[in-house]
């Protein structure tokens, strides 16, 4: 399972958690995505990502 939360800056977050929270990433992914992935406490990865410019901004109104 992945918990994916949509975040202004991922590199942004990288920096937050260095040193409080370890973390992987930031990786840019060929559908325009930029991830920082890590763990929660009960082991449920989670997926902070930023839509890159130029790439639309996920889900349209019309499909949420």
Do not use: F, I, K, T
């Not at 918990?3 to 929270?21: C, T």
């Not at 890590?38 to 410019?53: K, N």
């Amino acid at each position: 399972v992945l918990l994916q939360v949509r975040v202004d800056s991922a590199e942004d977050w990288a920096e937050r958690l260095d040193g409080l929270w370890p973390h992987q990433g930031v990786v840019d992914r060929p559908w325009g995505h930029r991830y920082l992935y890590l763990r929660d406490p009960d082991g449920m990865l989670v997926g902070l990502y930023e839509v890159l410019p130029g790439h639309g901004g996920g889900l349209s109104s019309s499909s949420a």
